[in-house]
C-alpha cells in the first residue's frame, strides 16, 4: 500500500511559490466545467488516467476515481477526448460529489490501517464506497455484478451495464 504525504518547514514565499506550480483542486471553485471540458479535449488516455493526473487536476486518487465514474455511468477506458458534453458535466459534478464524501467521512481507511487523523482514528468513507473494491458484488444501481480490470496498474471497478465500453 502506498504511503502519501510530507512535512517540510518552508518560508511564506517558498509556500506562495509551490501553491503556484499546483493545478485546481477539484473541490475548489476554479476546477471549472470549461477548465475540465478544455482539458479533457485534449488527451486521447483512458479517462480514469486523466482524471487521477495530479499535474492537471488535483485531489483524485484510485478510490474516488472508480466511484466517480460510477456515479457518472462512464467507463474507465472510455478515451477521454470521446466523452460528450453532458458526460462530462455528470463527470464533473459526481467527482466534487465524492471528494466531498470522502471529506464528510473523513477520508478512506483500507485494510492496512494506514491512513489514520491526529486523533490515531480511521476514516469512514470505505464503509460508502459506490463501487470501489465491489467486484462479484451486486452494482447499487442495477444489480449487475461488477468487474474488476487492471488499468496502469491500479484496480479499476466498474458495472458492465451502467458503464459500457461504446
Ligand atoms: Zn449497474
Known amino acids: 500500500m502506498r504511503v502519501f504525504g510530507w512535512i517540510k518547514v518552508i518560508t511564506n514565499q517558498e509556500l506562495d511559490k509551490l501553491n503556484q506550480g499546483l493545478p485546481p483542486d477539484v473541490i475548489d471553485a476554479n476546477f471549472s466545467l470549461k477548465y475540465f471540458t478544455d482539458y479533457l479535449a485534449r488527451t486521447g488516455r ?16 484510485n478510490i474516488y476515481a472508480n466511484d466517480a465514474l460510477w456515479q457518472a455511468k462512464i467507463h474507465p477506458r472510455r478515451p477521454a477526448k470521446s466523452l460528450n458534453l453532458s458526460e462530462i458535466n455528470q463527470l464533473h459534478r459526481a467527482l466534487k460529489l465524492v471528494l466531498k464524501l470522502g471529506i464528510k467521512y473523513g477520508g478512506a481507511t483500507a485494510s492496512d490501517d494506514k491512513f489514520v487523523h491526529t486523533t490515531g482514528l480511521g476514516g469512514k468513507y470505505q464503509e460508502h464506497f459506490l463501487v470501489y473494491e465491489q467486484d462479484g458484488k451486486p452494482c447499487h444501481r442495477c444489480q449487475t455484478i461488477i468487474k474488476k480490470i487492471r488499468l496502469a496498474g491500479r484496480g479499476t471497478y466498474y458495472c458492465p451495464h451502467c458503464q459500457p465500453l461504446s
Open 46 to 61: 483512458p479517462v480514469k488516467i486523466a482524471i487521477t493526473d495530479q499535474n492537471k487536476m488535483g485531489g483524485v486518487g
